[in-house]
């Protein structure tokens, strides 16, 4: 079993057991029922994991991305939240505002290319470092904890990727960040 692999198994079985309502059932159950999402994802099709299927489309999950789909396992097992609304919140916020402007400029719109700094990133981990402290300033401890999980992936070069965006947020992260606004709009609580 690879580790290209299994992180888009894991990614997609919590978006599933999201989807079909997991947390409904009780605990145990909800649990085996996401190990078995994940062991489904690498049987093959067409001589090809289902996990390479999607690995495919969306490539390599961000490690942020893996870090809230293992929270939002850990909190189906669980049965309650592991960490606050509260904690959530700015990644909700101010990603989807960020990254409405960095797409666009990253595919091409504009003579700035935000995502080349990724690359050596040392204005990068300056910023990165900025956001680390206000973090920490405002005791947001799981944000706190992603940023630093995210570099010292990338330190470890744990993704394909040598760029460092990669590491922080993809595609994947902004569809879920959109869609807990929009719970959030509705008056619905957020996972």
């Known amino acids: ?23 409904k059932l009780p605990n145990k159950i909800a649990g085996f029922s996401v190990l078995l ?11 090809l994991a289902i996990a390479a299927y999607i690995r ?13 789909a293992c929270l939002s396992i850990g909190s189906l097992i669980k049965g309650k939240p592991i960490f606050a609304q509260r904690d959530y919140l700015p990644l909700f916020y101010f ?11 990253s595919l091409g719109l504009s ?4 995502y080349s700094y990724g690359y050596q990133p040392y204005y990068l981990l300056i910023g990165l470092l900025a956001i680390a402290m206000l973090l920490w300033w405002k005791k947001y401890t799981l944000l706190l904890t992603i940023v630093l999980i995210d570099l010292w992936s990338f330190n470890l070069k744990v993704l394909s990727s040598n760029n460092l965006w990669d590491y922080l947020f993809d595609p994947l992260l902004l569809i879920y960040c959109l869609v807990q606004l929009a719970l ?8």
């Open 1 to 23: 079993m690879s580790l290209s692999l299994l992180l888009p198994a894991l990614c997609s079985s919590a978006l599933l057991a999201w989807i079909l309502r997991f947390k």
């Open 37 to 47: 999402l994940i062991i489904l994802s690498f049987v093959p099709l067409n001589n």
């Open 56 to 68: 495919g489309v969306f490539s390599d999950p961000s490690i942020t991305t893996i870090i809230i």
């Open 95 to 105: 990603l989807p505002v960020f990254l409405l402007f960095f797409y666009p400029s």
């Open 111 to 114: 003579y700035f290319d935000p």
């Open 184 to 191: 959030l709009g509705f008056g619905k609580k957020p996972v």
